[in-house]
């Protein structure tokens, strides 16, 4: 690289390090990403966007300019990106020096070829490599962050137990290879603050892995990062598809200098689970998967020596047809923000160029509509809004209060200047303080606590906070339900309808089985926050 070529790298990395809306670099504090100057809280709110296909190009490209779909990332409240590529695309010049137009000629992408045309004209006759780089130059302009995943080695859809890209040794995965590709990439992107972190590997996995060999090139791969680019985080991923951190010792016997992150999958089929969540009682399986998270992956998280958990991949079908990710979902927003996890969702991108030899194919977990033009469901973007927000900061001087949130449909609880209850946007809520259980949920800087009236009414605040109607427990394996008694001793629980609060009967009592009601309309969560 030439020292003119340097100098204006250099020169627009000011300019987009200016422009990013936190102060980067980023490093570790505990269980937090933190930013490296102040010490303050930065979550990590992301959407997948895949580059690793046969394309080794962004999807989209050929449907909207690029500027416009980055401004549309930032419009939905994501602050990043989980980038895809492939390490053939930085390693094989027989990869990386094809243009954008020779790569989708030669897959005979002839429509698709024609929309970059009209809609990105001037990348056309970029190679792929460079393509990426005005990716991620776009990205930062609008201050938006970038973590750089290698998704698999050669270019192709991810994954399989047998596609050769799942672990070190397979047929296309070469580890010196791979080695040689973090290189590259953490040495051309080194003056791009908007590169936050880089993700070593995705969802490592198949016959042949190994906890020792996994030991061996984890190590060897963090170090390489680091010590070429000791400003990114170095984000670690474990084994059986990224659902499985419990062999991990926490730091490796690596000295990052607190730049180390590991990441977890989770989907409503992680760990075999579809048929549980469609076919049982969903409060059963939901505590049962978030036993399995804890266990495998969030440990890390707690104890004496915590390390941040980046959840970079979770999602489900945006139009509401499949039963077990809808449940799922709900279970997954509880815990997320229960825990106030960083993540990044599968997937923003509404379409792929090619995916398993089919043009055009949708991504029916996207974002954005097939067009790329609208988002597919705007009822999800909203209730991604309280887990998109800083709920806990290791620098703030506030005491933990609770916000009462439903994961259904995405809203918080509110008080209003009338005292009347509503379900409202998260944006709006109030806060709460809740001692355990058999005691009072306390609306915070008043007298007033939680109350229930009757089976079918209204809940309502009340100064009376000494009865059994304000009296409240956790009933449900998991902790999603909040239960109270009427006058005459029934069992009630809150249920949201149509953004009234109501007490009535609970649902799904978790020694059933089989579970005919929906209880997710009854699940509450009391999600704790510092922050105001």
């Given at each position: ?70 401004d549309s990332l930032s419009s939905f409240g994501f602050n990043c990106v989980r980038l895809t590529w492939a ?128 030991f061996r090139w984890v190590r060897r791969g963090g170090m390489r990062i680091h010590l070429l680019n000791p ?72 104890g004496k020596n915590p390390v941040p958990l980046f959840v970079s991949e979770f999602g489900m079908d945006q ?214």
């Amino acid at each position: 690289m030439g020292v003119v070529s340097l100098k204006v790298i250099l020169l627009i990395s000011f300019f987009l390090f200016a422009s990013l809306a936190n102060s980067l670099p980023l490093s570790t504090n505990g269980r937090w990403v933190v930013d490296s100057m102040t010490g303050k809280r930065v979550k990590l709110h992301c959407a997948n966007w895949v580059s690793h296909l046969q394309t080794m190009l962004v999807e989209g490209l050929d449907k909207q300019p690029l500027p416009d779909i980055v401004d549309s990332l930032s419009s939905f409240g994501f602050n990043c990106v989980r980038l895809t590529w492939a390490t053939y695309m930085f390693t094989r010049l027989d990869y990386g020096n094809r243009t954008v137009d020779q790569s989708f000629t030669s897959l005979n992408l002839t429509e698709a070829r024609d929309g970059i045309a009209k809609n990105n004209p001037s990348l056309l006759n970029l190679t792929v490599v460079q393509a990426y780089h005005k990716v991620v130059e776009e990205l930062g302009a609008k201050g938006i962050m970038v973590v750089l995943d290698n998704h698999i080695s050669r270019p192709n859809w991810c994954c399989s137990e047998n596609d050769g890209n799942g672990f070190f040794g397979d047929e296309y995965f070469d580890a010196e290879e791979w080695l040689e590709g973090l290189t590259i990439v953490a040495k051309r992107f080194k003056h791009y603050p908007q590169v936050v972190a880089m993700s070593m590997r995705n969802e490592l996995r198949g016959p042949r892995q190994s906890q020792p060999e996994w030991f061996r090139w984890v190590r060897r791969g963090g170090m390489r990062i680091h010590l070429l680019n000791p400003k990114l985080l170095v984000i670690v991923s474990g084994l059986s598809y990224d659902t499985d951190l419990s062999f991990i010792p926490r730091t490796l016997s690596l000295n990052l200098g607190n730049k180390l992150v590991y990441e977890g999958h989770w989907y409503a089929f992680s760990l075999g689970r579809s048929k549980d969540w469609s076919n049982e009682n969903p409060d059963k399986v939901c505590a049962t998967t978030m036993k399995e998270f804890d266990d495998k992956i969030d440990f890390v998280t707690t104890g004496k020596n915590p390390v941040p958990l980046f959840v970079s991949e979770f999602g489900m079908d945006q139009r509401g047809v499949n039963e077990a990710d809808n449940r799922f979902i709900s279970c997954f927003l509880a815990y997320a923000a229960e825990r106030d996890l960083d993540w990044a969702l599968w997937a923003f991108h509404g379409s792929y160029y090619l995916r398993e030899g089919q043009r055009g194919m949708e991504e029916v977990y996207g974002v954005l509509d097939k067009n790329w033009d609208q988002p597919r469901n705007p009822k999800f973007i909203k209730r991604l809004r309280l887990i998109q927000e800083i709920l806990q900061d290791p620098t703030s001087k506030l005491p933990i209060n609770h916000v009462m949130y439903h994961p259904l449909s995405g809203n918080c609880v509110l008080v209003d200047d009338s005292n009347s209850i509503q379900l409202t946007d998260c944006l709006n809520r109030s806060h709460w303080s809740y001692g355990g259980d058999e005691t009072p949920i306390n609306l915070v800087g008043t007298s007033m606590c939680l109350k229930a009236v009757g089976d079918g009414l209204p809940v309502t605040v009340s100064t009376d906070c000494s009865s059994n109607q304000s009296n409240w427990r956790v009933i449900s394996s998991s902790n999603l339900q909040l239960s109270t008694m009427d006058e005459q001793g029934k069992s009630l629980c809150l249920e949201n309808n149509s953004s009234t609060i109501l007490t009535k009967e609970c649902l799904c009592p978790t020694d059933v089985e089989k579970c005919q009601d929906n209880p997710e309309i009854q699940w509450f969560k009391l999600v704790p926050t510092n922050m105001k």
